[in-house]
């Protein structure tokens, strides 16, 4: 059984680390540059092999209804991919960038811990555990957040570990609800009990998750921790937050528990719907006037994750297409901004866009792959935002929502004129910039590369052969709701 | 019900204190509230009438015993109350060795 490994290898990584690595830190990178590696191979082939299957693992051999069950479909398989590529990725950056700022093994453990907390949430099938693991990803996210360890830093870390705590009290007060009403804490034994209850239980518990995820997520209402959190952070961790873990912790769970567990029930597709309108259109208004760079790009985060619930709220088999693949294609894009932003600042020393200019010659690989990550985030064909954004807006036009698609337009056009002006003032801006402070390596450029190079392969996943094996898997998890309940207990019956 | 409307109070309390308070550790005070009254309310659930410790010993039977669950899955969030607490104290003493004080209003150079 491959399904305990995504949680054991990085946790042994990091409890390595800490333990060997001393002064320096070339153990710690070597240790875990080779967990990373390990859980990339092991989700891309797992992803590969297991096509529309559904595997289930009783942790400790606890058969159901005592134990706690890891189950891995293909939502789950494909989340695990696209935190595997970021996180390996952001660590190759990190080799450079981190030295840079401090040589020390500390980063990297906790580095690791945040991969081990965002692979449990996403692996689990137990509400608790997920609590736990959610936790695990909290604490290094809040711990990576101060790194750099200056005032602003610790301001917005502290910010976001307010937040971060009440919601997860809100969570822990729907888990106990759920707990009182179906005396089970397995999401699939809690997704067969719950429609014979009260239509009210569930209106509490949704409320309740809704509330604590959405604050994980930062869909508008919640959103005020999000644009200090993820521009204070070292890049490589703002890629990994705005790249991932509002994903994992957020997005990836309340599609889990709003249709696998509540079988979609309307009132809360449409909030979906409200919310992500509201995100998409607010985010990119108060993206549109910041001159800091990382923070513009974080408001740009809550505006893309708008796109995310309204494809959600859709809820037609071709809205939920549009918001997975748009959910991958902003790991990637998004990611790929922050390691340019990143790498602006280290060669430079700011991150203001009226005091960079010039790039282009003595930043040439941060120039070109930022603006292929331009244009992907704008929705430009052919790169891989385009079709994400058209096929949710297609979506919305097709379930008889006109408007939401017209404001998804206005959205996509108002990026696309705030990444005018990042490319204008930023890298092609009259202010010339002659020297560097320091040069950026070539590790820093690989993990540019690769993502640049994915933002335009990705956008192969709607040609119609690799579709059927990429995202419909995926899709059909999503959009057959409860039949979650039967694969997860059956297949532990079959055991 | 009136034991479970005081622990709403409760957790309304916390978050109240959340909400308006200035001070860095009047904050984490109430974070703290919040989660006495979340684990309140597990054990809450946990409760039957008239019954007894959950230890199966001789002579006691299974139906008398209150839930076992919430009072484990206490523990654990007790745990990570703690952790949570820990992170925000050094956090706060941090801030204070940068800015010299724990008033919020005067700590906020991010904006916009």
């Not at chain 1, 092991?42 to 096509?51: A, E, G, H, W």
């Not at chain 1, 204008?424 to 590790?443: D, I, P």
């Amino acid at each position: 059984m491959i399904l305990p490994y995504y949680i054991i290898i990085p946790l042994l990584a990091a409890f390595l680390i800490s333990l060997i690595a001393g002064k320096k830190d070339n153990w710690a990178v070597i240790l875990s540059v080779i967990a990373t590696t390990a859980l990339l191979v092991l989700s891309l082939f797992s992803f590969i092999s297991m096509k529309d299957e559904t595997v289930t693992y009783s942790m400790s051999a606890w058969s159901l209804p005592y134990g706690i069950v890891l189950v891995q479909d293909a939502l789950t398989s494909f989340i695990l991919v696209m935190v595997s590529i970021i996180s390996f990725t952001s660590l190759i950056f990190s080799i450079q960038y981190i030295r840079h700022l401090s040589m020390d093994w500390k980063y990297y453990s906790l580095f690791m811990l945040l991969v081990t907390g965002m692979n449990g949430v996403i692996i689990t099938g137990d509400f608790f555990n997920l609590y736990v693991f959610m936790e695990i990803a909290l604490f290094s996210a809040f711990a990576l957040v101060a790194y750099g360890s200056r005032a602003e830093e610790f301001e917005a870390a502290f910010k976001y570990a307010v937040m971060g705590s009440v919601s997860s009290f809100l969570i822990l007060a729907g888990i106990a609800v759920t707990y009182s009403a179906t005396s089970t804490l397995t999401m699939a034994k809690v997704a067969e009990v719950l429609p014979t209850n009260d239509q009210k239980v569930i209106f509490w518990i949704g409320a309740l998750f809704m509330a604590g995820f959405g604050l994980k997520a930062a869909a508008m209402p919640f959103h005020a921790w999000l644009p200090d959190a993820h521009s204070s952070a070292p890049a490589p961790i703002s890629s990994m937050l705005s790249g991932v873990l509002i994903k994992a912790l957020g997005i990836y769970v309340l599609i889990r528990i709003f249709y696998n567990v509540f079988n979609a029930p309307e009132i809360f597709t449409k909030i979906f719907l409200v919310l992500g309108t509201i995100s998409i259109i607010i985010g990119v208004f108060l993206a549109i006037g910041q001159w800091d760079m990382k923070r513009l790009l974080a408001y740009h985060s809550i505006s893309q994750i708008g796109y995310i619930l309204l494809g959600m709220g859709i809820a037609t088999p071709l809205g939920i297409l549009g918001a997975v693949f748009h959910l991958f294609n902003h790991a990637i894009f998004k990611s790929l901004l922050f390691y340019n932003a990143g790498s602006v600042e280290m060669a430079l020393g700011t991150r203001d866009l009226r005091k960079m200019g010039n790039l282009m010659k003595i930043l040439p690989t941060t120039s070109q792959t930022s603006l292929i990550a331009s244009l992907s985030i704008s929705g430009i064909p052919p790169f891989n935002g385009f079709f994400s954004k058209l096929i949710i807006i297609i979506a919305a036009l097709q379930a008889g929502l006109p408007w939401y698609a017209v404001f998804a337009i206005i959205g996509s056009l108002l990026t696309l004129a705030s990444f005018m002006k990042v490319q204008r003032y930023g890298f092609k801006g009259e202010t010339t910039v002659e020297s560097v402070e320091n040069k950026v390596g070539w590790r820093m450029n690989t993990a540019m590369i690769i993502l640049a190079v994915l933002c335009i392969a990705t956008s192969l996943m709607v040609v119609p052969g690799i579709q059927e094996v990429t995202l419909d898997p995926v899709v059909k998890v999503i959009a057959d709701k409860t039949e979650y309940i039967q694969l997860v207990l059956g297949g532990m019956n079959g055991n | 019900m009136i034991v479970y409307l005081l622990c709403f109070l409760l957790l309304l309390v916390g978050l109240y204190g959340v909400l308006t308070k200035r001070d860095l550790i009047k904050i984490i005070l109430s974070i703290g509230i919040l989660g006495y009254a979340v684990n309140l309310l597990l054990i809450l659930f946990a409760y039957r009438k008239d019954s007894v410790y959950p230890i199966l010993a001789k002579g006691k039977e299974v139906a008398q015993m209150v839930d076992p669950l919430p009072q484990a899955l206490v523990l654990t969030s007790i745990v990570i109350e703690l952790g949570t607490t820990a992170m925000l104290v050094a956090l706060a003493i941090k801030l204070f060795e940068k800015y010299q004080t724990f008033d919020i209003s005067q700590i906020r150079r991010l904006k916009g």
